[in-house]
């Protein structure tokens, strides 16, 4: 079956630390993935995404993600984390629902407070 | 650039009573179209995708319906909204073909009481 899991549902640290929220991943073939942010009240927005070739991707507002194989995870990172980042991020999986369409499985989301 | 647009902003309605929201997409043509729910605070469901004008695939049954009138057009509705319909509906596009990311449109906040 496919899924997405992100362990951690809140996750608090300090303005200028290092961030990293967890997203592990459940798919047979090749994973195509996907991190977007939800600020309060808003919509969501795309950060990155992850589809072939080097592992470490970059996106908007200075995050990048590191994909590993070895143990189905795809990670968000960004140094240093900044107070505006405050938000819920949610990780994403591109699996295939039919001959010619492709879904989103999304994860249930990681609510990030990050304060002064 | 493309823009999407979603109306209402938000909706108060009454259990058993209709319910029509939509979603135009202007500056992409023959983009794929989709509909997603988003229980508060939780994640979010795909409900409809569409590829194509008058072409609508359910995913997750609610007791809701989707349709595609127009290129740039999606039209979520119902003809008797339950409790369980509140929530925020979000329509967002993608490029056609797979690994494209989605774009959201703002989103469509609707209180069923």
């Known amino acids: 079956a496919q899924s997405v899991d992100q362990p951690d549902a809140h996750v608090t640290l300090s303005e200028g630390a290092s961030l990293e929220l967890r997203c592990s991943y459940s798919y047979s073939a090749a994973p195509y993935l996907f991190w977007y942010v939800q600020y309060p009240g808003q919509s969501l927005q795309f950060l990155l995404k992850y589809i072939t070739g080097d592992t470490v991707v970059k996106g908007t507002k200075g995050f990048e993600a590191e994909f590993r194989k070895s143990n189905s995870s795809f990670n968000l990172k960004k140094s240093p984390a900044h107070w505006s980042d405050s938000a819920k991020y949610f990780c994403a999986l591109e699996v295939l629902a039919s001959s010619s369409f492709s879904k989103l499985v999304f994860g249930q989301g990681t609510s990030l407070s990050v304060v002064p | 650039a493309q823009t999407i647009h979603q109306w209402p902003v938000a909706e108060i309605k009454a259990v058993g009573s209709p319910l029509s929201l939509g979603c135009t997409i202007k500056g992409k043509s023959s983009p794929n179209l989709y509909w997603y729910w988003q229980a508060t605070g939780g994640t979010l469901q795909q409900l409809f995708y569409?590829?194509?004008?008058?072409?609508v695939e359910s995913v997750v049954q609610l007791n809701l319906s989707a349709s595609r009138p127009k290129d740039d057009q999606f039209i979520l509705s119902t003809e008797k909204l339950l409790l369980s319909h509140s929530g925020f509906y979000l329509c967002a596009w993608s490029r056609q073909g797979s690994s494209y990311e989605q774009y959201f449109g703002p989103g469509t906040r609707l209180t069923v009481l």
């Open positions: 569409s590829i194509t004008v008058g072409q």
